[in-house]
Nanobody, 125 residues
Framework: QVQLVESGGGLVQAGVSLRLSCVASGRTFSVYDAAWFRQAPGKERDFVAAINWSSGNTLYADSLKGRFTISRDNAKNTVYLQMNSLKPEDTAVYYC??????????????????WGRGTQVTVSS
């Protein structure tokens, strides 16, 4: 089992930056990759970014490349999501997810077994 706890969300104005954190505990050695998803009210849970736990290679949703950066600190078992130039349309609950085992990139929410409870990000105009 892997437990995930997100933090760092809040209410911010458009244009500012915010960094989310996700602390993993439990069988973290078995994690293949970790990812961030987001879900706006009334919408599906969308892929934001993923990072391979061992190599540090990253993958981003095309629409977010250049503004969002995913990173990890293996020593702290923590994954980060740096979000810059935030826009009102970035408003959503942001979820951290993890997957054990794999051989490619995974971008569907159904690919991930472990989830945090989410952290709310609200961007005002």
């Amino acid at each position: 089992q892997v437990q995930l706890v997100e933090s760092g969300g809040g209410l911010v104005q458009a244009g500012v930056s915010l960094r989310l954190s996700c602390v993993a505990s439990g069988r973290t050695f078995s994690v293949y990759d970790a990812a961030w998803f987001r879900q706006a009210p009334g919408k599906e849970r969308d892929f934001v970014a993923a990072i391979n736990w061992s190599s540090g290679n990253t993958l981003y949703a095309d629409s977010l490349k250049g503004r969002f950066t995913i990173s990890r600190d293996n020593a702290k078992n923590t994954v980060y999501l740096q979000m810059n130039s935030l826009k009102p349309e970035d408003t959503a609950v942001y979820y951290c997810a993890a997957k054990t085992g794999g051989s490619r990139w995974y971008t569907l929410s159904t690919d991930y077994v472990y989830w945090g409870r989410g952290t709310q990000v609200t961007v005002s105009s």
